[in-house]
Each structure stands twice: as C-alpha cells, then as structure tokens.
T-cell receptor, first 113, second 114 residues
C-alpha cells in the first residue's frame, strides 16, 4: 500500500513570496489533514477535510493560508504572502475515517528568509 | 479545549532496560488517545491507540500503553529498550464523538544507550 505522498520535500522562499504544497493521501482515505510543525513542538492542525468538504479550519490563518481538496482526493495548501514565522514542516496526513489512526507523509520543510 | 502534556523533554535509558514515556491529557468526554513516533527526516508513524476497552493496549515494535482514567494519563512503555527505539515520541488526544481533531503534545526524545 502506497503511503501519503507530499511535494516538494524542501522549499526556501523570501518573505512576502507565495508557496504551495501538494499532498496525495492513501487511496480510499476520506479524511485529510494539514498540520504545521514548528521546530521543537508537536504538530498543530491547520485544516481537516472530509472528502472535499472542510470539517475544521479553526486554526488556519485565513488571511494568508488557503487549502483545497478538489474531487476529494489530493490537496494543496498555499501560503500568500509568507512570513518569517511560517518557517516549519508542513505535514499532510490521511485516515480512513474520522477518529481512526492517521497516516502521515514525510512533510515539506519550509524556510522563509 | 483539549491539551496534552509530555513532562519530559528527553528520556535516557540503557539498552535492555524498561522504558516509560509519560503523557497526561485534558479533554471533555471519553478520549481517543494515540502515540506516534518520529524518526529523523521521516514522517510520524502510528504506534498504538486507545478508544475503549482494555486499559492496556499493545502496539507496534513491542510498545504498549496504559490508559488511566483517574490520573488522566496514557504512558508509553516497553519492557526492554533497543537502541533503534531512539526517536521522538508524541502523545495525542482527541475527544470521542463528533469531529475529532488531534491535539499533540510537545514530544519526548527517547535516547537508548548501548
């Protein structure tokens, strides 16, 4: 079974630039999550999708972050414009259904200079 | 709001000795509890979960965890540590029922010395 795929693995941008991350979940997994993991901290949920609908985006900074999951499969997370404090690893995860264990991708390490 | 505390930033143990990584939580209702492990340059891997039933749950790689409702704890244990167990361990909780967003602890680095 293929795992959660993410790209790119690394990205370096300057502040005020925009960036996009892509995630392809495990086939058949209805629930998809984006997390932000700042160095030395645990992952923090940014947004949760159930199929192509948003379940929870309460911690997503909506003035600069956006995410979509068209067709209920893969997903993109965008930051525009980026700030220095957005430097982090962005993790995508998927689960068969809400409440079941989540499977994580390798993450995208973003550095904003 | 739910929260998770992992009181130890790092745990050091000798190979072959038992290990415990501590976790306490705060959540309304009956919790769903998880342990994940993160190896360098790799994503988080699921170890085990507690939803209901037996308070002692067994997971991958010989790890187990004990749910203690009165102490609101979910400590991770292993009878005999291996050097290859050295990694970053995260405890996570979500409230049972309804929408179940996970809240993670800050992580505990386990160092197993040969």
């Amino acid at each position: 079974e293929a795992g959660v795929a993410q790209s790119p693995r690394y990205k370096i941008i300057e502040k005020r630039q925009s960036v996009a991350f892509w995630c392809n979940p495990i086939s058949g997994h209805a629930t998809l999550y984006w997390y932000q993991q700042i160095l030395g901290q645990g992952p923090k949920l940014l947004i949760q999708f159930q199929n192509n609908g948003v379940v929870d985006d309460s911690q997503l900074p909506k003035d600069r972050f956006s995410a979509e999951r068209l067709k209920g499969v893969d997903s993109t997370l965008k930051i525009q414009p980026a700030k220095l404090e957005d430097s982090a690893v962005y993790l995508c995860a998927s689960s068969l259904e809400e409440g079941s264990e989540q499977y994580f991708g390798p993450g995208t390490r973003l550095t904003v200079t | 709001a739910q929260s998770v505390a992992q009181p130890e930033d790092q745990v050091n143990v000798a190979e072959g000795n038992p290990l415990t990584v501590k976790c306490t939580y705060s959540v309304s209702g009956n919790p769903y509890l998880f342990w994940y492990v993160q190896y360098p340059n790799r994503g988080l891997q699921f170890l085990l979960k507690y939803i209901t039933g037996d308070n002692l749950v067994k997971g991958s790689y010989g790890f187990e965890a004990e749910f203690n409702k009165s102490q609101t704890s979910f400590h991770l244990k292993k009878p005999s540590a291996l050097v290859s167990d050295s990694a970053l361990y995260f405890c996570a909780v979500s409230p049972g029922g309804g929408r179940r967003a996970l809240t993670f602890g800050s992580g505990t680095r386990l160092q197993v010395q040969p």
